[in-house]
């Protein structure tokens, strides 16, 4: 008898989810002989009742978008006994869904998550008790997702993250910064620190285009500063698919890491704000199960 819950927030992106939902249901029930849908009302609802029904789950869905999936990952990360999850997209960017291969199409993702392809996740965890499956930052990260507010990241969807950066670019203020990792140390002037797990921001591949989910090592990239050389040098990154390379970034791999920075610096942890440094960063290998898509079948 297996049980699939689905834990929707029906205002994610343009509510497509939501119109969609009848259809959704009947499909996971071809292949679950019970399915839960439970609408969140409030941020924390999704959280608290993933914890209720966690032990009598065979799978957790994270119908929404990647505020959805950071609170559900959060809540899930915690417990002792963790159900696979799985990622029915809904949302603008749907940034860690992209990086496990789903597909954006709310049908074609239910076809995906049918097929039960289960692989275990790395999660990162920062010492001040939150976990993050897709990225880490502070500096020009932060900035650019406070500028995008709620109306134009609804008209121009992914544009907004790009519109924001470009604005944001030449204004950024550098921070001293000094970072400890197992292999290597840093400190000096930066505009960016940026830790990643998944590859995709803003819905492209732009800082980490060959990193991946289940190595057990954090992507970081350092932005000395935002010079004409970095800016080509991560536009190319998009185009080329390759690391991208310049005397203003540093780019290295780590399992823990220690950060300090001059003023605090606001850290955005996977959209999610309002905490400070100083911090520690770690790895959590495998952490979670997560049902993937094809290209990440092997």
């Known amino acids: 008898m297996t049980h ?6 029906p205002a994610a992106g343009r509510r497509q989810l939501f119109y969609a939902l009848d259809d959704i249901t009947r499909l996971l029930q071809t292949g679950f002989d019970q399915v839960t849908v439970y609408q969140t009302t409030q941020p924390g609802d999704g959280a608290l009742r993933l914890k209720e029904v966690a032990t009598d789950r065979d799978l957790i869905i994270a119908g929404g978008g990647d505020g959805t999936v950071h609170e559900l990952t959060n809540a899930l990360s915690s417990l002792v006994q963790r159900p696979p999850l799985a990622i029915l997209p809904g949302g603008t960017c749907n940034d860690f869904s992209r990086a496990l291969g789903m597909e954006q199409e709310p049908l074609a993702a239910v076809k995906q998550i049918l097929q039960k392809r289960e692989r275990r996740i790395d999660v990162g965890m920062s010492s001040q008790g939150r976990y993050f499956l897709n990225f880490w930052g502070i500096g020009l990260i932060t900035e650019v997702s406070l500028d995008i507010q709620n109306q134009s990241k609804e008209r121009l969807g992914r544009l907004a993250y790009y519109f924001s ?8 203020k550098s921070f001293q910064l000094r970072i400890q990792s197992e292999d290597i140390a840093f400190e000096g002037e930066a505009t960016m620190l940026l830790v990643g797990n998944g590859s995709y921001i803003g819905g492209v591949q732009a800082f980490f285009p060959h990193s991946r989910i289940d190595d057990g090592q954090m992507d970081v990239l350092v932005i000395k500063e935002t010079s004409l050389d970095s800016i080509w040098s991560m536009l190319m990154s998009i185009l080329t698919k390759e690391w991208p390379d310049s005397d203003d970034l540093m780019y290295f ?10 003023p605090p610096q606001e850290i955005d942890c996977d959209g999610e704000k309002g905490e400070f440094t100083p911090v520690n960063l770690s790895i959590l290998p495998g952490h979670l199960s997560m049902y993937v898509g094809e290209i990440l079948e092997e």
Do not use: Y
């Not at 699939?4 to 927030?9: C, K, P, T, V």
């Not at 950066?165 to 950024?172: E, M, S």
């Open 253 to 262: 791999h780590a399992k823990d890491l220690t950060i300090s920075a001059s």
């Open 165 to 172: 950066a470009v604005q944001n670019l030449w204004d950024q």
């Open 4 to 9: 699939a819950e689905l834990i929707l927030n």
